[in-house]
């Protein structure tokens, strides 16, 4: 059953349960954090609109710098910014900022040890129609490898945003990531932001199989988790809310406890969570795994609800990987 | 310029160019030709033109300089070095394991790096942060990036020249370093350049091109400009790449190797007399 102690939305199996992007979560909170701190800026790539920077550009006009359409320029502007103190936000799809400035951000932010905050938007299959080209799905590999980075997934809107507040008011470099589509509010206003703990969303008396989920895969990882209990069959669901720095030790805990781990996540398997948590298994405790995400593919044009059925990133997908793990 | 000033800063320039012979013979890999003409034009810098205080690095009113062709950096290290930032003794371990004068600028590591640098067309627009910076901040500093002829086929460089060119950026001066060669020849051979000043023009910015060697002209011209325009500046500094060592001079080959032992030797004999 749904954790009661971290007050999620009681709403959440819902057939009308209310929906929002994550990058409105985000939008939200740079706003608050321009109003708290006068050394936050925003950077973006001609995309204010679709990144929701454009309540934050009217508010504080001086504060916001439109790059055009120029990812490394934004990139490098923002690494001089931090390094004179201003706590810079730079936004634009994921596929092109770190996708395309990727040097850039390695040389200038990280290894600069810059204060830049990376809002990568557009994450995911579930970006849909656009197609492959502005779908991000190896953001996470191209990213985890860099040493000193931050990397966040939100589950939600209500998290996005609060994840975005904590990662202006806490120095270092962050990877922010967000995805286009509306998706089902998991937490609540009230639901307590924990950086780098793992949170336990569902619960079970003797769960057999441990679901790790990341960003709007959680609600699907919550959603198989009810319907299995129909079933008889116990699991746990875990939000990886944080990515890097990883909460090991949860995750070795939860491994032993069940024996059993799913991962899912709405990018490649190879780099993605599956492999952050295949790579910690196989030094601490090696367990049967099944990875739910993309599988050395890419998906294609088309509704996030069509291309999650078709790609295997759907509730359906998760049970079917819960039942052969416990028929293992 | 005062007479007695500009001998001085040219017993500097020579100085270190020997220090620099020295320093790059010791690490035994290393760009020779850049650093060395680029001499004139760093010494200017850090003792006549930057605001800035060696006991204070991060003093908040100083002038930035942010080199962007990190490549060149054992000139800056060495002006650091004459300028008490850090030891000079300290320029024997250039490229060494556990130095802080890595490769190329790291700048946790070192004093008076402003930021990290190596991989070409990213200074301009990390200068344009600082720049940026700095007015929201109301300070009066003024940001100078160094950058190469070369990296200019970057296509980041113009992404930051447009910029500064949209947002008039007066307070920031870039000079470019105009020496013709890049590692695999003559510019003008892997990817013509020119005609460079009507591009900048073209992208509103404020042109002059200088004799990047001759320190009167180098300081008179940035004196005399930089706080009259309304626009960024760029000074194309026409450069003599391995200046001052007749075997290195204009010779692309001296991109990016360092002196041997017996070549260092000949260097120095070259550069006592200047």
């Given at each position: 059953m749904l954790n009661q102690n971290l007050k999620l939305n009681p709403e959440i199996f819902d057939e009308n349960v209310e929906k929002a992007p994550t990058r409105d979560g985000f939008g939200k909170g740079i706003l608050e954090l321009g109003k708290e701190d006068k050394n936050v800026v925003c950077l973006s790539a001609d995309l204010s609109e679709s990144t929701r920077n454009e309540e934050f550009a009217k508010k504080f006009p001086d504060r916001y710098f439109e790059c055009g359409v120029a990812e490394q320029n934004m990139a490098a502007i923002a690494a001089g910014l931090a390094v004179s103190g201003k706590i810079p936000f730079i936004s634009s799809y994921s596929v092109f900022s770190p996708g395309?400035?990727?040097?850039?951000?390695?040389?200038?932010?990280?290894?600069?040890?810059?204060?830049?905050?990376?809002?990568?938007?557009?994450?995911?299959?579930?970006?849909?129609?656009?197609?492959?080209?502005?779908?991000?799905?190896?953001?996470?590999?191209?990213?985890?490898?860099?040493?000193?980075?931050?990397?966040?997934?939100?589950?939600?809107?209500?998290?996005?945003?609060?994840?975005?507040?904590?990662?202006?008011?806490?120095?270092?470099?962050?990877?922010?990531?967000?995805s286009r589509e509306k998706t089902p509010i998991i937490t609540t206003n009230e639901t307590k932001f924990d950086f780098n703990k793992i949170q336990i969303f569902w619960e079970s008396q003797n769960p057999k199989v441990a679901i790790f989920a990341t960003g709007h895969m959680v609600y699907q990882a919550l959603v198989a988790a009810d319907e299995l209990k129909k079933e008889n069959i116990e699991v746990l669901v875990a939000n990886i809310t944080t990515l890097k720095p990883i909460d090991e030790q949860t995750i070795v805990k939860l491994a032993k406890k069940c024996g059993k781990v799913v991962t899912c996540e709405d990018h490649q398997t190879e780099g993605g969570l599956g492999g952050i948590i295949a790579e910690i298994l196989a030094r601490e405790f090696p367990s049967p795994m099944e990875f739910i995400g993309l599988k050395n593919t890419f998906a294609e044009s088309g509704t996030a609800n069509e291309l999650m059925n078709k790609y295997g990133l759907d509730k359906n997908s998760i049970k079917t990987a819960v039942k052969k793990l416990i028929q293992k | 310029m005062d007479k007695n000033k500009l001998l001085e800063l040219k017993k500097k320039a020579s100085e270190a160019r020997r220090l620099l012979i020295k320093m790059l013979t010791e690490a035994g890999s290393g760009h020779t030709a850049g650093p060395l003409g680029m001499a004139d034009i760093?010494?200017?810098l850090y003792f006549h033109l930057l605001k800035h205080n060696p006991k204070d690095p991060l003093w908040k009113d100083r002038d930035r300089l942010v080199l962007s062709n990190g490549h060149i950096c054992p000139i800056q290290y060495t002006c650091l070095a004459m300028a008490n930032y850090f030891p000079i003794e300290e320029l024997k371990t250039l490229r060494k394991i556990n130095s802080r004068l890595q490769g190329h600028p790291h700048r946790n590591s070192l004093p008076g790096i402003e930021t990290t640098s190596g991989p070409l067309g990213e200074g301009l627009s990390q200068a344009i942060g600082v720049t940026l910076a700095g007015i929201l901040d109301k300070k009066n500093y003024r940001t100078y990036c160094i950058a190469s002829d070369g990296e200019h086929q970057e296509g980041n460089h113009w992404e930051a020249v447009m910029f500064a060119g949209k947002n008039k950026l007066n307070n920031l001066t870039m000079i470019v370093d105009r020496n013709n060669i890049q590692i695999t020849g003559n510019t003008e051979n892997v990817m013509p350049l020119e005609p460079l000043k009507e591009k900048y023009i073209t992208f509103n910015w404020s042109v002059f091109e200088i004799d990047g060697n001759n320190i009167e002209e180098i300081i008179n011209t940035l004196e005399n400009i930089q706080n009259h325009i309304d626009k960024p500046l760029a000074i194309i500094a026409k450069t003599i790449p391995g200046k001052g060592v007749s075997f290195m001079e204009n010779d692309y080959l001296w991109h990016g190797k360092a002196p041997n032992k017996e070549e260092a030797n000949q260097a120095l004999k070259e550069l006592a007399d200047q």
């Open positions: 395309k400035n990727w040097e850039t951000i390695r040389t200038t932010i990280i290894y600069n040890n810059a204060n830049v905050k990376i809002a990568g938007h557009h994450a995911g299959i579930v970006t849909g129609q656009d197609g492959v080209t502005h779908q991000a799905t190896e953001d996470i590999a191209s990213v985890r490898a860099w040493p000193n980075v931050n990397i966040i997934c939100p589950c939600d809107s209500i998290e996005a945003k609060k994840a975005t507040i904590y990662s202006g008011q806490n120095q270092g470099p962050f990877y922010l990531r967000f | 760093f010494v200017s």
